[in-house]
């Protein structure tokens, strides 16, 4: 019983994580602009520097970006 708990919960951390791995591709592209419109202007290496943050809070970033 313990390993089908086991193997369900690691199963969910890495939907979350896959989904946040693809969602910060396009936060960094395009959804970073719609939050701070200077951040179209900055270095690719900036734009590096959002990606573990949108990985780990894809929810939030994601409904920030929806609303407009």
């Not at 313990?2 to 919960?9: D, F, G, P």
């Not at 719609?34 to 809070?57: C, E, F, N, R, Y």
């Amino acid at each position: 019983m313990s390993e089908i708990l086991a193997l369900v919960l690691a199963n969910i951390i890495l939907l979350y994580f896959g989904t946040g791995v693809v969602f910060s591709l396009y936060f960094v592209l395009k959804g970073a602009a719609k939050l701070d419109p200077l951040i179209a202007q900055s270095k690719w290496t900036v734009k590096l520097l959002l990606i573990p943050g949108a990985i780990a809070t894809w929810p939030i970033l994601w409904r920030k970006t929806q609303i407009k």
